[in-house]
């Protein structure tokens, strides 16, 4: 298995996930406890820089509390880039959009800095990633893709942002994608 990448994100409640239509062949639909916003993405930078990039974290909830924002979802398009094509179908946000912006943009940096000792080039985008392609999917099943997040009406889910969380790779990851390390409450 390769080395686990480490992340922090706001924990959705998934349920509106099992209502979702089966998706396409080569086309993994998330698990429930798999939602969430991503804040910061810092792939495998190893257990010690993720855990100085949570102490970061709580450095800065103690001086400035982020808010907790209100956001609904919208549009789900594929996101990601592989040889082949998208590696995930993500929704983004619709009510919420701008100001999960602008907090992703605020808060991400430093974490980042903290971790890897960079920070990302490409502006913030919130979003919540829905399904993610097999590695071997053919360009039939990733356009059959295409069409099942195009048919997607998600504008009724609405989430809270009021927790963050550091995640990592799931041991099992045939059960769950992921799990979470550690989390705050947001006051």
Request: aromatic share 6%; with cysteine; net charge positive.
């Amino acid at each position: 298995m390769p080395r686990p990448n480490w992340f922090f994100a706001f924990p959705l409640d998934g349920a509106f996930l099992l209502e979702l239509p089966e998706p396409p062949p080569s086309i993994r639909l998330y698990q429930p406890d798999d939602a969430h916003l991503t804040l910061a993405f810092l792939g495998g930078c190893g257990e010690p820089a993720a855990l100085r990039a949570l102490g970061v974290l709580d450095e800065r909830i103690a001086v400035s509390p982020p808010p907790i924002l209100e956001v609904s979802l919208g549009d789900v398009v594929p996101l990601g880039r592989s040889r082949s094509g998208y590696t995930t179908l993500s929704a983004l946000l619709d009510d919420g959009r701008d100001e999960a912006t602008e907090l992703l943009s605020a808060r991400r940096d430093a974490l980042h800095e903290a971790a890897t000792g960079s920070v990302p080039r490409r502006p913030a985008k919130p979003h919540v990633t829905l399904a993610r392609v097999r590695g071997r999917a053919s360009d039939e099943n990733r356009e059959k893709g295409l069409v099942w997040a195009k048919n997607l009406d998600l504008r009724a889910v609405r989430a809270r942002l009021d927790r963050i969380a550091l995640y990592t790779w799931n041991e099992n990851r045939k059960e769950k994608l992921f799990r979470i390390v550690s989390e705050r409450r947001l006051a």
